[in-house]
């Protein structure tokens, strides 16, 4: 900025020339007499003012008085147009519009400038037009050369930045915004630096290797050096939440007990899908928050718009699914188990029974088993008591079995015990095993006994297992019929005794 000095002519210059410059300069210009803020500058000093921001914070309206001491001269035409005046005198009387809100504190700043010997000062504020509009303005002030003595002489220039500043705020407030989605985002988000990953690949590329997952295969090593190439750059709060941490620092620290278990394999599928350029990727991981709490996370991987040269900023999302996991679970449960009983049901037996007509091994011993009385408890103790009875079934019968053998509840009473590569003698060791636990369960229950009849028969690669099955259930039928008999009591009442046993 020039400053004009009116009183300082140089040989051959005319002085209109200066008073037609400032007049047609591009920017704003005002000429102001602020003698009046010197004297009272000057009487506040007497009165032993050392520090004028405190004595402007005792008693903000002395700014206001500093402000009325300023005298406006005159202003060019761009100051005309900048402001939306009609003419100096319509500017001036309206300066409480210019000069309002927001401005005075950056106001004292100017003031303090001069008050602390400077000749010169400048701030960024903000002005308005008289019909209101905002200005952001770049003030620069000085006093002209000459008139150090008595500030009559002042010359501002005002700047109009208001478009900067707009542009300036929308991105910052776009800033705001994107850091406000990122830290408040319901998700986990994770900004990561995936470069050193990048070279490595490109390292191997280099070196003419093509089938990545060979590679891979032959050198897995090269999967945990690329996992030690990731830098963590910055994680949500809702991240923080859901691996259980105080802050990123405890959890940057625990990344090991977080990512353990199977995480190198489904690193090594997105590494593959890395060499092959697939800059976004969807799976479901594994991984552990600070707490040992397992999670099902849905990941999603994206290389940031721009950075598809180097991978140097990297989005991770993780989606909690572990809800949605132990349902889809439970509803698998559902489809092969029974709720009561919580063994096999019908359903997975039919199909285990195919599988094992068609693969084996063999023999295969099936047992046959049905729960006696449970049709007298049910009528003559309630429902209730014949689930109990049921339960108590499931229990003995989940104990006694290990994989690869199964127990089923086929029916109501009904139940089905499979054991593969087991011959007639193992499968009569296992009707023993059940015997022996029904005996203890019933030491527990000694007002409502449990009994098992039960048929066996065992079945050769030769022979279809449906056949078994039947084998094994005549010889349940015996059994249970030598039960009744034997206990000489009636059927639909809830008798205890000991199981019955038949073999085929």
């Avoid at 960024?124 to 002030?141: A, E, F, K, P, S």
């Avoid at 000085?142 to 478009?163: F, N, Y």
Wanted: proline share 3%; net charge negative.
């Amino acid at each position: 900025m020039t400053i004009l000095n009116p009183g300082a002519v140089s040989p051959g210059r005319n002085p209109s020339d200066d008073a037609e410059m400032f007049e047609l300069a591009p920017v704003s210009l005002w000429l102001e007499d602020y003698s009046a803020l010197k004297a009272l500058f000057a009487q506040w000093r007497e009165l032993g003012v050392t520090d004028l921001r405190a004595h402007f914070a005792a008693d903000p309206s002395r700014v206001k008085q500093c402000s009325a001491c300023i005298r406006v001269i005159k202003v060019n035409r761009k100051t005309l147009t900048l402001f939306d005046a009609n003419d100096t005198d319509h500017l001036v009387a309206n300066l409480d519009k210019v000069f309002r809100d927001d401005m005075l504190n950056t106001h004292v700043d100017e003031l303090v400038q001069l008050w602390d010997g400077g000749s010169a000062f400048e701030s960024h504020t903000v002005n308005y037009t008289l019909t209101g509009r905002r200005l952001d303005i770049q003030l620069h002030g000085r006093i002209l050369p000459g008139h150090e003595e008595t500030w009559d002489r002042v010359l501002i220039a005002i700047e109009d930045v208001t478009e900067r500043e707009t542009a300036r705020r929308k991105l910052t407030e776009s800033e705001t915004y994107a850091s406000g989605l990122f830290a408040h985002s319901p998700v986990s988000l994770w900004v990561e630096d995936f470069s050193g990953v990048k070279k490595l690949l490109d390292e191997v590329r280099e070196r003419g290797i093509t089938d990545f997952r060979v590679f891979t295969d032959v050198h897995p090593e090269f999967v945990a050096r690329c996992m030690s190439e990731i830098r963590v750059l910055e994680v949500n709060r809702r991240t923080l939440e859901l691996f259980g941490a105080a802050d990123k620092g405890a959890l940057l620290r625990a990344l090991r007990d977080v990512f353990r278990d199977d995480v190198e394999t489904h690193f090594r599928e997105q590494l593959i899908d890395l060499w092959d350029n697939k800059l976004f990727q969807l799976r479901e991981v594994v991984n552990y928050a600070l707490d040992g709490t397992k999670l099902n996370l849905l990941l999603q991987f994206s290389v940031l718009p721009g950075r598809e040269r180097d991978w140097s900023l990297v989005q991770v999302a993780l989606t909690d699914i572990t809800a949605r996991k132990k349902a889809e679970a439970y509803l698998e449960y559902l489809g092969t188990h029974d709720v009561l009983t919580k063994l096999f049901n019908r359903s997975f037996f039919v199909d285990e029974l195919n599988r094992l007509d068609r693969k084996g091994p063999h023999p295969v011993t099936i047992i046959m088993a049905d729960l006696n009385g449970l049709k007298a408890a049910n009528d003559e103790l309630g429902h209730a008591a014949g689930d109990a009875l049921l339960r108590r079934a499931g229990e003995v019968l989940t104990s006694a079995i290990e994989k690869p053998a199964y127990a089923c509840r086929i029916g109501g009473d009904e139940f089905a015990i499979l054991l593969p590569e087991t011959d007639e003698v193992a499968g009569q060791a296992m009707i023993q095993t059940i015997q022996d636990l029904v005996a203890i369960n019933n030491t527990f229950y000694p007002d409502h006994s449990l009994s098992l009849s039960m048929g066996a028969a065992t079945g050769r690669s030769v022979e279809r297992l449906e056949s078994v099955v039947k084998r094994a259930d005549l010889a349940m039928l015996d059994a249970k019929r030598q039960h009744y008999f034997e206990s000489d009591h009636d059927r639909r009442r809830p008798v205890g005794g000991v199981p019955s046993i038949a073999a085929s």
